[in-house]
């Protein structure tokens, strides 16, 4: 469908002279590093529900919660909070969302918090990849062999054939995937308002995972429920600072800053759940931040002279 790649093209291409640039990608970087600490208190919340719950009960507390919080906002005005003259693009969207945090909070039940963040931080390379595939941007082989060295790296997390193997490990891969295209759409879809695509997320979710959850339901402990009750408040907030972020400032300079979400995984996985990354998630980590982090520079500097 053409109307994708004139979509992607337009994303931190525009050259409109009313705005200001820099003010806005630093707004963006900094609604971006607010929203990753609170995704990982989500993250973090989500674990220790899923140590009782069934993943998909868990995604629904999510979605549900923050469909909640956001009828009591926009009230009457949801309706028309809802239109949008990209209804595809937010279908889509909504769909990348979902199937990420599903395919997070599955592996989470079985990895580590740190490892499982480390390999969705596989993203803003795929992002570049995402670029180059759908903008016709030339990616040229330094970039290439920085995105081939981060998926080294997150194979050095999964450990394919090792006796530790863990196949949980390969979900987060996937989300990865999913979570970059989500990245890349809402840039696409950034002239509807973030209280739209905040709308078009929370209903596509809880409806989805409404469908899904009573085949999975378990009668929550009265002990459990403010952890349902946080994480529909934490993914709320995280997510309309995220689509604000990616709104203001182009994706390539603003991804880089999503690693920052490894120190938090790290030290809530520690304090929480007692979980110590071995040397083999630390290096691949490091290895998947080092290359993200020269692909990002080869981007700033193709941005530059071009």
Do not use: C
Not at 105 to 112: E, K, Y
Not at 190 to 203: K, M
């Amino acid at each position: 469908m053409p109307v994708l790649p004139r979509a992607f093209a337009l994303m931190g291409r525009e050259k409109d002279g009313k705005r200001q640039p820099g003010g806005e990608q630093t707004a963006g970087i900094m609604l971006l590093l607010a929203a990753i600490f609170t995704f990982t208190l989500m993250d973090a919340t989500a674990k220790h529900l899923t140590q009782f719950y069934h993943p998909v009960q868990v995604v629904w507390a999510r979605f549900a919660g923050n469909m909640v919080l956001v009828a009591l906002i926009f009230g009457p005005r949801l309706a028309a909070t809802m239109r949008t003259r990209q209804p595809g693009l937010q279908f889509a969207r909504g769909l990348t969302q979902i199937a990420s945090v599903m395919l997070f909070f599955t592996s989470i039940q079985f990895i580590g918090l740190a490892e499982a963040t480390a390999i969705m931080d596989l993203n803003p390379v795929l992002i570049t990849l995402g670029a180059a595939l759908f903008l016709g941007e030339k990616i040229g082989p330094r970039r290439l062999a920085g995105i081939a060295l981060a998926m080294a790296g997150a194979m050095l997390i999964i450990k394919p054939g090792a006796g530790v193997f863990q196949p949980a490990a390969l979900l987060p891969l996937i989300g990865a995937f999913t979570y970059a295209a989500g990245a890349l759409l809402t840039r696409v879809v950034r002239f509807d308002s973030t209280a739209t695509s905040v709308l078009w997320s929370a209903v596509m979710g809880t409806v989805l995972s409404s469908l899904a959850v009573p085949f999975f339901w378990t009668t929550p402990d009265a002990g459990h429920l403010w952890a349902f009750v946080l994480i529909g408040i934490l993914g709320t907030i995280s997510q309309a600072m995220l689509i604000r972020a990616f709104a203001l400032a182009e994706a390539g300079v603003i991804a880089p800053f999503g690693y920052t979400g490894l120190i938090w995984a790290g030290l809530w996985g520690w304090l929480f759940f007692g979980q110590i990354p071995d040397m083999f998630s630390l290096t691949g980590a490091a290895i998947i931040v080092g290359a993200g982090l020269y692909v990002w520079s080869r981007e700033a500097k193709a941005a530059h002279h071009g």
